[in-house]
């Protein structure tokens, strides 16, 4: 059971440059999410999904596109790089069922993106 | 505008001691909360999590108390000791599930 696993682990991109972070998860959760760190400003939801075929954005979505397909996969594609997307991204999943207590997310090991 | 706040970006204490990482929150819908620890070059990891109903859960040497009315919740690790040393971020929902983070609060335990 290897949880949630994301690929790269680290990555230069140009300014204008175009990447994929890939996240997979085996636990067959239903919700997914993408969040970005920048130092000293906490998680920030990018996107996320609550099963194959629906996403939505979060609080930062600009320059980010998704797409779940599957309910393991849930990559991350970022079109024109620019400077201001350097950051360490998270991949996570959740079970969700109606009505119940928010369950607690299960990370990634994070991708570290630096745009220059 | 901050919904859910961590104040103290950084908490230094000594090994044995209790440590008191403290969040406040401002949206009255939020009904669940969450602790997750951070070390570096990982990602978070659940620690704890207490819903509205309750106003305390405990887990091993981790307790979480929730004051509603004062919307403000609080992690007590008793005893600390250096391995409990790594960010830790406090968390909120309401109905859609979707948890909003606080900025985090750097935990530093003495030996």
């Known amino acids: 059971n290897a949880g949630v696993t994301q690929t790269p682990k680290f990555r230069i991109l140009k300014i204008g440059q175009s990447m994929t972070l890939q996240c997979t998860q085996d636990?067959?959760?239903?919700?997914m999410y993408w969040y970005r760190q920048d130092p000293g400003m906490g998680l920030k939801l990018i996107y996320y999904?609550?099963?194959?075929?629906?996403?939505d954005k979060g609080e930062v979505p600009n320059g980010y596109n998704v797409s779940r397909s599957t309910t393991e996969d849930f990559p991350l594609r970022l079109e024109l790089a620019a400077p201001s997307q350097t950051s360490v991204y998270f991949c996570?999943?959740?079970?969700?069922?109606?009505?119940?207590?928010?369950?607690?997310?299960?990370f990634g090991p994070g991708t570290r993106l630096t745009v220059t | 505008d901050q919904q859910v706040k961590q104040n103290s970006p950084s908490l230094s204490v000594q090994e044995g001691r209790i440590s008191i990482l403290n969040c406040d929150y401002t949206?009255?819908?939020?009904?669940?909360f969450l602790w997750y620890k951070k070390y570096p070059a990982e990602g978070p990891t659940f620690l704890i999590s207490?819903?509205?109903?309750?106003d305390k859960n405990e887990d091993g040497r981790f307790t979480v108390f929730l004051n509603k009315s004062a919307k403000h919740l609080s992690l007590h690790i008793v005893p600390s000791q250096p391995g409990d040393s790594a960010v830790y971020f406090c968390?909120?929902?309401?109905?859609?599930?979707?948890?909003?983070f606080g900025r985090g609060t750097s935990l530093i335990v003495h030996p």
């Open positions: 996570a999943s959740s079970y969700q069922a109606l009505g119940t207590g928010t369950y607690e997310q299960y």
């Open positions: 636990m067959n959760h239903n919700y």
């Open positions: 999904s609550v099963g194959a075929g629906i996403t």
């Open positions: 949206n009255s819908m939020f009904d669940y």
């Open positions: 207490i819903s509205s109903i309750k």
């Open positions: 968390a909120a929902s309401g109905g859609s599930y979707i948890p909003t």
